[in-house]
Nanobody, 121 residues
Framework: QVQLVESGGGLVQAGGSLRLSCAASGSIGRINAMGWFRQAPGKQREFVAVITSRGNTNYADYVKGRFTISTNNTKNTVYLQMNSLKPEDTAVYYC???????????????WGQGTQVTVSS
């Protein structure tokens, strides 16, 4: 079993910054990619950013230039540095990872429990 635990959400004023973290643990064989999605009230979950095991990154247009995704040395923790936050960034942010369990080759997507980010105007 694989677990993803997020932290770092909170309340911030517009223009401020927050840093989210997501640590993967459990029976991990290989992490292919880790990323972030978000879901605002009444809206569908949407893609924010992703980083692959090779370090390639991709961002949604609405966060480009403001958010930065990165991993730690062991690549089992992913971070999302969020700068110049806007009220429309308010959402529950979910960590996502594509993981193959130990001793297996098939990978599956795993989700964290979500962390609330609220940006006040």
């Amino acid at each position: 079993q694989v677990q993803l635990v997020e932290s770092g959400g909170g309340l911030v004023q517009a223009g401020g910054s927050l840093r989210l973290s997501c640590a993967a643990s459990g029976s991990i064989g290989r992490i292919n990619a880790m990323g972030w999605f978000r879901q605002a009230p009444g809206k569908q979950r949407e893609f924010v950013a992703v980083i692959t095991s090779r370090g390639n990154t991709n961002y949604a247009d609405y966060v480009k230039g403001r958010f930065t995704i990165s991993t730690n040395n062991t690549k089992n923790t992913v971070y999302l540095q969020m700068n110049s936050l806007k009220p429309e960034d308010t959402a529950v942010y979910y960590c996502n990872a594509d993981v193959a369990a130990r001793y297996t080759t098939q990978s599956y997507p795993y989700w964290g429990q979500g962390t609330q980010v609220t940006v006040s105007s």
